[in-house]
């Protein structure tokens, strides 16, 4: 069964930093495209980034280009965004999601997310 | 702003059908193939349609997908209580090199 469960959450101030990371397991992690999506409060799905099996093709939302970083290590089977510079806007649950492959329309399997807080 | 139009909402009485539409560009549903996903209340979304019009394993043949053009169209017939939720359509957009999902359908059951 494909697991997906994302940690690191939590209340941070504006201009501030924090770490999100997916855990996988239950299927060839090297195999496959990984994404983020966020949702706001009450609002509807963003798409945050996309990470290509090998680390090749990477891309980033507008509204997050220069200040979220995403990587990952096959090794440990694990996914990960580095936010730095948060706004009160990036607040939202955080989804680690999969896809077959970079640039495909089909999000597969998602995890259960996780909560952001950047307060006003 | 999402780049992918959607009804805010539509609703039908239980057994009934409803259509919920998508509607894009040539840079993303024109020329990518669209995925539908269905949010639960409290819930991850759930990939409920992929390719234009494939089900994935589990999802009951009541849940329909078509595409034509820049727009493309979700079916649900037999409504039952259990399909309320938020409906998403999603696709890759070429110009932008990004992700991009519609604004989301609340579909009720009357």
């Known amino acids: 069964e494909v697991q997906l469960v994302e940690s690191g959450g939590g209340l941070v101030e504006p201009g501030g930093s924090l770490r999100l990371s997916c855990t996988t397991s239950?299927?060839?992690?090297?195999?496959?495209?990984m994404n983020w999506v966020r949702q706001a409060p009450g609002k509807g799905l963003e798409w945050v980034s996309s990470?290509?099996?090998?680390?090749?093709?990477?891309y980033y939302a507008d509204s997050v280009k220069g200040r979220f970083t995403i990587s990952r290590d096959n090794a440990r089977n694990s996914l990960y965004l580095q936010m730095n510079s948060l706004r009160v806007e990036d607040t939202a649950v955080y989804f680690c999601?999969?896809?077959?492959?970079?640039?495909?329309?089909?999000?597969?399997?998602w995890g259960q997310g996780t909560l952001v807080t950047v307060p006003s | 702003q999402s780049v992918l139009t959607q009804p805010p909402s539509v609703s039908a009485a239980p057994r009934q059908k409803v259509t919920v539409s998508c509607s894009g560009s040539?840079?993303?549903?024109?020329?990518?193939?669209v995925s539908w996903y269905q949010q639960l209340p409290g819930t991850a979304p759930k990939l409920l349609i992929y390719?234009?019009?494939k089900r994935p394993s589990g999802i009951p043949d009541r849940f329909s997908g078509s595409k034509s053009g820049t727009s493309a169209t979700l079916g649900i017939t037999g409504l039952r209580t259990g399909d309320e939720a938020d409906y998403y359509c999603?696709?890759?957009?070429?110009?932008?090199?990004?992700?991009?999902f519609g604004t989301g359908t609340k579909v009720t059951v009357l």
């Open positions: 999601v999969r896809a077959p492959y970079s640039r495909s329309s089909d999000l597969t399997h």
């Open positions: 239950g299927f060839t992690f090297s195999s496959y495209t």
């Open positions: 990470i290509s099996d090998s680390s090749g093709y990477i």
């Open positions: 040539s840079s993303n549903i024109g020329n990518n193939y």
């Open positions: 390719e234009n019009n």
């Open positions: 999603g696709t890759w957009d070429t110009s932008l090199s990004a992700y991009v």
